[in-house]
């Protein structure tokens, strides 16, 4: 776990669980299988050589036959007893229309897949630590507003009560202040709460260590202006959805060539050695016995409708990518729209409790003039205060939420080669 300063911003955070996430991890480790299984695809395009060696003691029961004898699929040996033979074999597929070429396409498109699913990985970590990250921020901005609150009800509460017992307020009026008090104290608690729980989650994230009472969070910072706003096809998501299709078409067209014939080359070489008596000496008796070299069609003409059944399969596959790009683009163009119309109002809303804010500290300062001529008492100018700083807490977590909107839009449309390489 890693020790931090006391200021902690999104990004250092961001950077801290690219490097330490085990989700990311485990994605990369699955491209590198992917790049491993393709390497084995590859060996389709070399020959297969093989040695087989066989030693054989045989022992004759008619000694009224010698040599072997064949009676359909058996083979009776000879009386030859200690047998041995080495042979060298050679296979290679001359011709299977491009079948092998296919399995290699597909598994290219696989790494590319896999590679595209990190990134996407990626983006949902980023986005869970932004969920996170904007969640604690409103959290310990009520807490610190709702804490000077406090103050001003206490303050509050105690001129209220130097009233009633003077008889300038009532009994009624007192208890209210009391209540908003305690409902203070409890917004409080659960501001701290909420954010402590944002906070350990965001330690568990991003592998750094969170003091629970010293860490402060940063400002986002994110201007809506400054994101580019592509369309779905530009999306890591499009494409790995794209590559997955492509990769659905190839296979189509692989099981396809499987129907057709297969050419092959094969070729073998022999060393044979015998003896009646001694299996040594029939070992050291091994010398060269023959060769052959030849071709071979292969051509499956019926396998119980299972190319019938693997090809509804492909093309059902196919057509349910299809639909799930369909949908993941409408489902990508309205939260779009949805997040640009979330920007333009939180916009406005800022704009407007502005006003009232500076309006508000405008009072502020007219109260307390009003009181130096004896023309406002202690209670307004504090309730003047406590509404100043409700509005101010409104506007924080307008702004708050302005800038988590803006990331989250930037999130969205972040391109795959926006992503960490690796």
């Given at each position: 776990?890693?020790?931090?300063?006391?200021?902690?911003?999104?990004?250092?955070?961001?950077?801290?669980?690219?490097?330490?996430?085990?989700?990311?991890?485990?994605?990369?480790?699955?491209?590198?299988?992917?790049?491993?299984?393709?390497?084995?695809?590859?060996?389709?395009?070399?020959?297969?050589?093989?040695?087989?060696?066989?030693?054989?003691?045989?022992?004759?029961?008619?000694?009224?036959?010698?040599?072997?004898?064949?009676?359909?699929?058996?083979?009776?040996?000879?009386?030859?007893?200690?047998?041995?033979?080495?042979?060298?074999?050679?296979?290679?597929?001359?011709?299977?229309?491009?079948?092998?070429?296919?399995?290699?396409?597909?598994?290219?498109?696989?790494?590319?897949?896999?590679?595209?699913?990190?990134?996407?990985?990626?983006?949902?970590?980023?986005?869970?630590?932004?969920?996170?990250?904007?969640?604690?921020?409103?959290?310990?901005?009520?807490?610190?507003?709702?804490?000077?609150?406090?103050?001003?009800?206490?303050?509050?509460?105690?001129?209220?009560?130097?009233?009633?017992?003077?008889?300038?307020?009532?009994?009624?009026?007192?208890?209210?202040?009391?209540?908003?008090?305690?409902?203070?104290?409890?917004?409080?608690?659960?501001?701290?709460?909420?954010?402590?729980?944002?906070?350990?989650?965001?330690?568990?994230?991003?592998?750094?260590?969170?003091?629970?009472?010293?860490?402060?969070?940063?400002?986002?910072?994110?201007?809506?202006?400054?994101?580019?706003?592509?369309?779905?096809?530009?999306?890591?998501?499009?494409?790995?959805?794209?590559?997955?299709?492509?990769?659905?078409?190839?296979?189509?067209?692989?099981?396809?060539?499987?129907?057709?014939?297969?050419?092959?080359?094969?070729?073998?070489?022999?060393?044979?050695?015998?003896?009646?008596?001694?299996?040594?000496?029939?070992?050291?008796?091994?010398?060269?016995?023959?060769?052959?070299?030849?071709?071979?069609?292969?051509?499956?003409?019926?396998?119980?409708?299972?190319?019938?059944?693997?090809?509804?399969?492909?093309?059902?596959?196919?057509?349910?990518?299809?639909?799930e790009y369909a949908l993941a683009k409408r489902e990508f163009d309205a939260q779009t729209q949805i997040?640009?119309?979330?920007?333009?109002?939180?916009?406005?809303?800022?704009?407007?409790?502005?006003?009232?804010?500076?309006?508000?500290?405008?009072?502020?300062?007219?109260?307390?003039?009003?009181?130096?001529?004896?023309?406002?008492?202690?209670?307004?100018e504090v309730s003047v205060k406590l509404e100043t700083l409700e509005r101010e807490l409104t506007l924080?977590?307008?702004?708050?939420?302005?800038?988590?909107?803006?990331?989250?839009?930037?999130?969205?449309?972040?391109?795959?080669?926006?992503?960490?390489?690796?």
């Open positions: 776990m890693l020790s931090f300063s006391k200021e902690i911003s999104y990004e250092a955070l961001k950077i801290s669980a690219t490097e330490h996430s085990h989700w990311l991890k485990l994605r990369t480790i699955d491209t590198s299988i992917e790049k491993t299984r393709l390497d084995s695809v590859y060996s389709g395009l070399y020959p297969q050589l093989s040695l087989g060696y066989s030693g054989e003691y045989n022992k004759n029961l008619d000694q009224t036959t010698s040599g072997s004898i064949s009676v359909g699929g058996t083979t009776i040996n000879s009386a030859v007893r200690n047998k041995d033979s080495l042979a060298l074999s050679l296979n290679y597929e001359l011709y299977h229309f491009g079948t092998t070429l296919k399995q290699i396409e597909i598994s290219k498109k696989e790494i590319a897949f896999k590679k595209l699913e990190v990134c996407n990985e990626e983006n949902k970590l980023f986005r869970e630590i932004l969920d996170l990250y904007a969640t604690a921020q409103k959290a310990q901005s009520e807490q610190n507003y709702k804490a000077q609150m406090h103050a001003l009800r206490q303050e509050l509460y105690t001129l209220k009560q130097r009233l009633y017992a003077a008889g300038k307020e009532s009994r009624v009026s007192v208890g209210d202040e009391a209540i908003r008090l305690i409902e203070l104290e409890r917004d409080i608690e659960r501001a701290q709460m909420s954010y402590e729980e944002n906070l350990i989650a965001l330690t568990k994230l991003s592998h750094i260590d969170l003091d629970l009472k010293s860490t402060q969070l940063l400002p986002l910072g994110t201007k809506a202006k400054d994101i580019h706003i592509g369309s779905f096809e530009e999306s890591s998501q499009a494409r790995q959805y794209r590559d997955k299709i492509d990769q659905k078409n190839t296979e189509i067209s692989l099981n396809i060539r499987t129907q057709l014939p297969v050419l092959s080359l094969y070729s073998n070489y022999y060393l044979y050695g015998s003896d009646m008596h001694n299996a040594y000496n029939a070992f050291e008796d091994m010398k060269p016995n023959s060769w052959n070299a030849g071709l071979s069609l292969r051509w499956n003409l019926f396998e119980g409708f299972k190319y019938n059944s693997e090809s509804a399969r492909l093309h059902f596959e196919r057509d349910r990518l299809n639909e997040s640009q119309q979330k920007i333009d109002r939180l916009t406005q809303l800022q704009k407007n409790n502005v006003l009232i804010v500076n309006e508000s500290r405008s009072k502020i300062a007219m109260i307390k003039r009003l009181r130096e001529h004896g023309e406002a008492d202690a209670v307004s924080e977590s307008e702004r708050i939420q302005h800038a988590y909107e803006a990331e989250a839009l930037k999130l969205q449309h972040r391109g795959a080669e926006e992503c960490t390489p690796r």
